[in-house]
């Protein structure tokens, strides 16, 4: 137990329980320890939708995902997984259907204010999920410019925590 301070580099493997604040990668003083996941989660996919260099996309912190879709093609669907969201705009015009996702899909953003969802459409939805059946959390996520914002079918145990903002226009 404790704190990590100052640069890391590398890969870091094993537990970790603590907190993490200050700068890391492109995040810059937010504390990450609102979240204690790691006694169910056993994947962590990062996404970052503002990046803009080249490099082959596998979901690591130093190599992320930019968008939602790419992460959720990724998934296994007998393993829980976090879909860590760094500060952006996601373009989320996404209709995920999988024949049963038996374990938990978590989609948590760094910050309400910073992590945008949005198909910029105001005729499409946000995310429509079907087939989630151990547990769905949408959490810290402002969602707009959307027809209806979330639509889910067959997804037991959603959770879907309005410490998000929806905004319409």
């Known amino acids: 137990n404790g704190a990590l301070y100052g640069p890391v580099n590398g890969n870091v493997t094993g537990n970790l329980t603590g907190n993490?604040?200050?700068?890391?990668?492109?995040?810059?003083?937010?504390t990450l320890s609102s979240f204690n996941l790691s006694s169910v989660v056993t994947?962590?996919?990062?996404?970052?939708?503002?990046r803009g260099d080249t490099y082959i996309e596998d979901g690591?912190?130093?190599?992320?995902?930019?968008?939602?879709?790419?992460?959720?093609n990724?998934?296994?669907g007998t393993v829980n997984t976090v879909l860590y969201l760094f500060p952006g705009t996601y373009n989320t015009n996404i209709t995920y259907s999988t024949e049963w996702l038996s374990a938990t899909l978590s989609i948590?953003?760094?910050?309400?204010?910073?992590?945008?969802l949005t198909p910029d459409d105001i005729t499409k939805d946000c995310l429509n999920l079907?087939?989630?059946?151990?547990?769905?959390?949408?959490?810290?996520?402002?969602i707009k410019k959307c027809k209806?914002?979330?639509f889910t079918l067959n997804c037991n145990?959603?959770?879907?925590?309005?410490a998000s903002k929806i905004l319409s226009i």
């Open 108 to 116: 948590i953003g760094i910050s309400r204010d910073e992590v945008i």
């Open 130 to 142: 079907t087939n989630i059946t151990n547990g769905l959390t949408i959490q810290n996520c402002t």
């Open 20 to 30: 993490v604040t200050g700068q890391v990668s492109d995040i810059s003083n937010h």
């Open 148 to 150: 209806y914002g979330i």
């Open 74 to 76: 990724s998934l296994n």
């Open 157 to 162: 145990k959603c959770a879907l925590t309005f």
């Open 60 to 72: 690591s912190f130093f190599k992320p995902y930019k968008s939602i879709i790419n992460a959720l």
């Open 43 to 50: 994947n962590y996919l990062y996404l970052d939708a503002s």
